[in-house]
């Protein structure tokens, strides 16, 4: 039993709200899958939009160019393995750091977006946009690019959760996908599935399970597979990754597994420290020392330069409820967005319009990526959002 699990039953819940705290964990119950749809208490909200979720990917901007500067196609896979796994600190146990739990984020409206950017003399500007494309089901799409060094991540993320006993289990719908100019390479990424453990008591937190796979044009292939506390080392957040170079017929991902040559093994913990042993050596070497590297802060406009519809700017009001524990202001202003919208989309059907999406397009999927998808055995989308550059660079937004 971990340390949080040794807490008695809602300790970490103020006194006020142990009553709505139980109230809500019984209303999981009827939770069809939409966790946004979800009312929770106000000491659990972030103020924090999940359309900001997507600077996770790039929060070490030297590690996502990184692979952009090695010429070597081995190397190039390893460096994308490295930068994947550096993303997992900030994806997964930020607001556990910060906020001392899980919390639920701010739901994005239609429209909605999070931009900023990266940038230093050495790895020049690193840019993010994140778009909310659809609010029912929520779906957030993203791309995140640095054109000095020709290297470009584009996805798009949903979740789907179901109820068991006291866990919340979350599957991520969506992928992404990251391109290297130069090579004209590109490297698929499946999302992790995950769970969300210490409900009973307060204090919720994330742990990853399954498997995922990064899957190259190049023809090598990594699966990271994730345990929680206990199952390869006894610590929490514990991964083990194989890169593979591709075997002659990978059909199937198990035989296509026995059919490549294992060439690297990375293990530890996503959230601490690693180690890559080299299978033909035997060679282990450190591979990511995650508290040794901070992660690097998005720079993002004031709030008085962006536009309304921007993240923080929108949220601003609903953030100053949340910060100060405000149920009436968080419960005023965000009616007000949401009214707001309801307005919206019920002039789009009146006038017989839909709402065109800033920044990305829903096309029909792309065959580099239905190839790569259908050989790391992930079951591919028919239709994919995707980035268009030149709408996005042509706006005022792009002005970072
Ligand atoms: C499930 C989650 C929302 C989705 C979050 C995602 C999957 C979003 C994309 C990022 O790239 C990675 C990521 C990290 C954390 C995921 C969140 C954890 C909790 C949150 C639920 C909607 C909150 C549930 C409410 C409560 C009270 C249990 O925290």
């Keep these: ?63 996502f160019i990184a692979p952009a500067k090695e010429a070597d196609a081995e190397k190039r896979a390893v460096a994308v393995l ?22 639920k984020p701010l739901n994005p409206f239609l429209g909605e977006i999070f ?33 000095k060094f020709g290297i470009e991540l584009q996805g798009y993320n949903g979740q789907k959760a179901s109820i068991s006993t006291a866990t919340i289990n979350v599957r991520q719908l969506g992928h992404a996908i990251l391109y290297i100019r130069e090579y004209d390479e590109y490297h698929f990424i499946s999302l992790p599935a995950l769970h969300i453990e210490g409900l009973f008591y307060g204090a919720p937190y994330v742990e990853l399970e399954q498997s995922i796979t990064i899957e190259s044009t190049s023809g090598y292939r990594s699966i990271v597979d994730f345990s929680g506390k206990g199952y390869f080392s006894g610590k929490k957040n514990t991964f083990k990754a194989k890169l593979f170079k591709e075997g002659k017929k990978p059909k199937k991902q198990a035989a296509a597994e026995a059919a490549s040559k294992v060439l690297y093994t990375v293990t530890g913990q996503w ?50 409820g949340v910060e100060v524990i405000d149920y009436e202001k968080i419960h005023i202003e965000k009616s007000k967005i949401e009214n707001e919208q309801r307005a919206l989309r019920k002039l789009e059907k009146e006038q ?24 790391s055995g992930v079951p ?19 002005a970072l």
């Design 115 to 147: 931009c900023g950017k990266w940038e230093s003399e050495e790895i020049g500007k690193t840019v993010l946009v994140s778009e909310q494309v659809s609010h029912h089901p929520p779906v957030t799409a993203y791309s995140i690019y640095n054109d």
């Design 380 to 398: 591919a989308d028919e239709t994919v959002w995707r980035f268009e550059k030149d709408t996005w660079e042509a706006s005022k937004d792009s």
């Design 271 to 320: 959230s601490d420290k690693s180690s890559i042993r080299e299978e033909a050596t035997k060679k282990e070497t450190p591979f990511w020392e995650a508290l040794e590297h901070p992660r690097e802060q998005l720079i993002v406009k004031p709030l008085d330069e962006q536009a309304e519809y921007e993240s923080r700017r929108a949220w601003s009001k609903v953030a100053e």
């Design 1 to 63: 039993m971990s340390k949080q699990d040794k807490q008695e039953a809602g300790s970490a819940v103020p006194a006020q709200q142990k009553g709505p705290w139980m109230t809500f964990l019984k209303s999981l119950a009827s939770c069809k899958g939409d966790l946004s749809s979800i009312t929770a208490p106000p000491f659990i909200l972030s103020a924090t939009s999940l359309t900001e979720y997507s600077q996770f990917w790039a929060e070490h901007p030297s590690l």
């Design 82 to 103: 490295r930068w994947f796994i550096a993303t997992l600190r900030g994806q997964y146990t930020s607001r556990n750091e910060k906020l001392g739990s899980e919390k």
């Design 352 to 375: 017989g319009r839909v709402w065109v999406r800033r920044y990305f397009r829903y096309v029909e999927a792309d065959e580099v990526y239905l190839a790569l998808a259908r050989r």
